[in-house]
T-cell receptor, first 112, second 115 residues
Framework: EAQVTQNPRYLITVTGKKLTVTCSQNMNHEYMSWYRQDPGLGLRQIYYSMNVEVTDKGDVPEGYKVSRKEKRNFPLILESPSPNQTSLYFC???????????FGPGTRLTVT | QKEVEQNSGPLSVPEGAIASLNCTYSDRVSQSFFWYRQYSGKSPELIMSIYSNGDKEDGRFTAQLNKASQYVSLLIRDSQPSDSATYLCAVPRGGFQGGSEKLVFGKGTKLTVNP
C-alpha cells in the first residue's frame, strides 16, 4: 500500500530535550516536506527536500532541522524543543512532475 | 495581503444544499490552485486542482477560477453530512515557476452539513 508513515503519532516531552520525528514514504517520491498545523494559523511549511541531500527552508524553519540521507526518509529534528513548538506535524511526499502531495497521518507534539 | 486567504467560517449548510467555499490569493502570476479536504483528526487529501480560468467539475465538486480577480472557489452540490470537514485552499509559492513542493495553504474553512 502506497503510504507516508510518521512516528511517533503522539509525543509529550519537556523543554530542551532533543527529539526526532521520523517520516518514511514507499512511493519513491523525490519531494518530501514537513508542515506544522496550528489553530488560527493553518498549515505552514517548515522544510522541504527536492531529493537526497537537497533541502530548503519553508515558511517557519526556526528551531527545526532536517536531513535527507535516503530517498524514502525525511526525519524532523528538534534540537531543543520549546513550548511554542507544540503543534500537529505532517510529513508529505510528492512525485516530481506531479502536483498531489500525499500526507502522513500526523504527529501531535506537546512540549511542556 | 496574506498570500492565500479563505473565509474562516464556520460554514453550515443543510443536507442537499450547495456549499460555496472561497479563496483569494495575492500572487498574480500563480498558475495552479488546489483544494484539500481535511476531516477532523485526519491528514489533508487533495480533492480538486484547477489551472485555467473557468469551471472544472468532478462529480459533486466544481472548482472555479478567475485569475483576473485572483479568486478561486469550490462548490459542493447536493452536500452530504460526509462532506463535513475543513477545506484548505493551496497555491504554490514562486509564481509562474512555483511547483507543488512549496505550497502555501489558506487557514481553511470548516464546513458542517446538517442532516
Amino acid at each position: 500500500e502506497a503510504q507516508v508513515t510518521q512516528n511517533p503519532r503522539y509525543l509529550i516531552t519537556v523543554t530542551g530535550k532533543k527529539l526526532t520525528v521520523t517520516c518514511s514514504q514507499n512511493m519513491n517520491h523525490e519531494y518530501m516536506s514537513w508542515y506544522r498545523q496550528d489553530p488560527g494559523l493553518g498549515l505552514r511549511q517548515i522544510y522541504y527536500s527536492m531529493n537526497v541531500e537537497v533541502t530548503d527552508k519553508g515558511d517557519v524553519p526556526e528551531g527545526y532541522k532536517v536531513s535527507r540521507k535516503e530517498k524514502r526518509n525525511f526525519p524532523l529534528i528538534l534540537e531543543s524543543p520549546s513550548p511554542n513548538q507544540t503543534s500537529l506535524y505532517f510529513c508529505a511526499s510528492l512525485k516530481q512532475g506531479s502536483y498531489e502531495q500525499y500526507f502522513g497521518p500526523g504527529t501531535r507534539l506537546t512540549v511542556t | 495581503q496574506k498570500e492565500v486567504e479563505q473565509n474562516s467560517g464556520p460554514l453550515s449548510v443543510p443536507e442537499g444544499a450547495i456549499a460555496s467555499l472561497n479563496c483569494t490569493y495575492s500572487d498574480r502570476v500563480s498558475q495552479s490552485f488546489f483544494w484539500y479536504r481535511q476531516y477532523s483528526g485526519k491528514s489533508p487529501e487533495l480533492i480538486m486542482s484547477i489551472y485555467s480560468n473557468g469551471d472544472k467539475e468532478d462529480g459533486r465538486f466544481t472548482a472555479q477560477l478567475n485569475k483576473a480577480s485572483q479568486y478561486v472557489s469550490l462548490l459542493i452540490r447536493d452536500s452530504q453530512p460526509s462532506d463535513s470537514a475543513t477545506y484548505l485552499c493551496a497555491v504554490p509559492r514562486g509564481g509562474f515557476q512555483g511547483g507543488s513542493e512549496k505550497l502555501v495553504f489558506g487557514k481553511g474553512t470548516k464546513l458542517t452539513v446538517n442532516p
